[in-house]
């Protein structure tokens, strides 16, 4: 494994350690890097509302368009799952809307490790065009 992706999924890692997940108990860590090489993370966030419960993906992406970046080259997603869970639909269509072709690490405590891309997880996505 590039040294890069292990320093990509140990950021995940770590926030999945900081997820508020009473509810599901399905705890999340993302960590997105820009093109630059800065990294940024998240959490998923329940919320008793369901509705209002942030995904951990939607949450790495809205730090890092907050600290002004908008290009990203790779995201790593963290759950327990074996085989490691993909995002959500919904954060599929907000993660198109800045990288189609966005490098994927799903993986989990375990180590395993699933390496795809965003648009073979979501090839036919909504965009300004689809109207």
Known sequence: MKRSEERLIAAAREARKRAHAPYSRFKVGAAIVSEDGEIFSGCNVENASYG??????????????????????????????????????????????????????LTNPKGEVVRTRLSKLLPRPFSPRSG
């Open 52 to 105: 209002a419960t942030l995904c951990a993906e939607r949450n790495a992406v809205t730090a890092a368009v907050a600290a002004g970046h908008k290009s990203f080259t790779a995201i790593a997603i963290v759950t327990n799952s074996s085989p490691p869970a993909p995002p959500c639909g919904l954060c599929l269509q907000v993660l198109v809307e800045f990288c189609r072709e966005l490098s994927v690490l």
